[in-house]
Nanobody
Framework: QAQLVESGGGLAQAGGSLRLSCAAS????????MGWFRQAPGKGREFVAA????????AYADSVKGRFTISRDNAKNTVYLRMNSLKPEDAAVYYC??????????????????WGQGTQVTVSS
């Protein structure tokens, strides 16, 4: 059973940093695009960042550009999201997801095949 498991969430102060990890198991995801999404209370799911299988294509939401960095280590079957200069509005449950085939870049959230259970990020002002 393929699954994605996020970790690294927690409490950070505004201006601080966190690094989220998403460990994949049950199959290799080296040929999958990986994405990060988030959902704050009372809001819909929001795209954060995505990286294709090789790392040659990367996309970020405008709200996180210049502050967040997505990366992946295919040997470890893991994708990361480094979050710097955190803002209170970054607080949400963060999810990683994987998709193999998609229509266009970045993949639409509805195209992702696998999702993790999420990790909570809280940012204090």
């Amino acid at each position: 059973q393929a699954q994605l498991v996020e970790s690294g969430g927690g409490l950070a102060q505004a201006g601080g940093s966190l690094r989220l990890s998403c460990a994949a198991s049950g199959r290799t995801f080296s040929d999958y695009a990986m994405g990060w999404f988030r959902q704050a209370p009372g809001k819909g799911r929001e795209f954060v960042a995505a990286m294709n299988w090789s790392g040659g294509e990367i996309a970020y939401a405008d709200s996180v550009k210049g502050r967040f960095t997505i990366s992946r280590d295919n040997a470890k079957n893991t994708v990361y999201l480094r979050m710097n200069s955190l803002k209170p509005e970054d607080a949400a449950v963060y999810y990683c997801a994987a998709v193999r085939r998609y229509e266009s870049w970045p993949p639409d959230g509805k195209e992702y095949e696998y999702w993790g259970q999420g990790t909570q990020v809280t940012v204090s002002s």
